[in-house]
């Protein structure tokens, strides 16, 4: 089979211009079976994931499904094959994005500039939030489980690059990160370090003044530990040491 490249990070996308596909039911079902490359999925675990409310005949419909899915891929569609249990897409996992992103993410290795570049190259693969096109309800809570690996990821790489001495360039990309998730203490701590460690430490400290006052107003509770062991460093003045140094995230 001719090889072709998939992607989940961001809207369905296959890399083969003969193919199109417009029901949605056939990108729910690729997908699905995208998630596991090589991998058999259970009928029972596929009808889940394209049908909201399964029909009658959810066994049956889903064969009607999987045909004319192997039909609208054209030479793809050999590639999907009828196991034991359910099926299975046999495609190799570095054709699709996102298992070439988890890859790439747990390969952690000793030198920061080496996982810092291998960090770079598995966000990039991303083209927008995982699974955008496909809107079965199993697949939101998936495509909600696989964004998180993303913010997961972009955390691990804001701390390399804090520890390797990039901190006004990182400023203005924490700023909107905080804005976009500001119950994400990870981003206000990077910030925090960013900006006292550029010579900003009253805007460090208005940092957490803002986190403090958005988590009494909407939560009834305090920012966690590491903020708070942070805002006290930079108020007294001490030393500060890299993000790791800080301990386990939100022990409160």
Do not use: C
């Given at each position: 089979m001719k090889s072709c490249e998939f992607g989940l990070l961001g809207e369905l996308s296959i890399d083969d211009g003969a193919?199109?596909?417009?029901?949605?039911?056939?990108?729910?079902?690729?997908?699905?079976?995208?998630?596991?490359?090589?991998?058999?999925?259970?009928?029972?675990?596929?009808?889940?994931?394209?049908?909201?409310?399964?029909?009658?005949?959810?066994s049956s419909t889903l064969q009607v499904y999987?045909?004319?899915?192997?039909?609208?891929?054209?030479?793809?569609?050999?590639?999907?094959?009828?196991?034991?249990?359910?099926?299975?897409?046999?495609?190799e996992a570095d054709q699709v994005d996102l298992h070439r992103?988890?890859?790439?993410?747990?390969?952690?290795?000793?030198?920061?500039?080496?996982?810092?570049?291998?960090?770079?190259?598995?966000?990039s693969l991303w083209r927008g939030p995982a699974l955008a096109d496909i809107t079965s309800e199993a697949?939101?809570?998936?495509?909600?489980?696989?964004?998180e690996e993303r913010?997961?990821?972009?955390?691990?790489?804001?701390?390399?690059?804090?520890?390797l001495g990039a901190h006004r360039e990182l400023v203005p990309e924490l700023r909107a990160l905080t804005r976009r998730h500001p119950l994400r203490e990870r981003f206000a701590e990077f910030l925090m370090l960013a900006l006292h460690r550029?010579?900003?430490s009253a805007d460090a400290l208005e940092v957490y003044r803002g986190v403090h006052r958005m988590f009494a107003d909407e939560l009834g509770v305090r920012p966690g530990r590491r903020l708070?062991?942070?805002?006290?460093?930079?108020?007294?003045?001490?030393?500060?040491?890299?993000?790791s140094c800080l301990g386990p995230l939100n022990r409160r």
């Open positions: 193919v199109t596909l417009k029901a949605a039911k056939l990108r729910a079902l690729l997908a699905a079976l995208l998630l596991h490359a090589g991998r058999p999925v259970s009928q029972n675990d596929l009808v889940e994931r394209v049908w909201d409310e399964p029909p009658s005949r959810a999987v045909v004319r899915l192997r039909h609208a891929l054209g030479h793809v569609g050999s590639s999907i094959v009828r196991s034991s249990t359910g099926y299975r897409i046999d495609v992103f988890r890859r790439l993410v747990a390969h952690r290795v000793t030198d920061a500039r080496t996982e810092l570049g291998e960090l770079r190259e598995a966000l697949m939101r809570f998936e495509a909600d489980r696989i964004d913010l997961a990821a972009v955390e691990r790489r804001i701390e390399l690059e804090v520890e550029g010579g900003r708070a062991e942070l805002n006290a460093q930079i108020l007294g003045g001490r030393e500060i040491g890299p993000p």
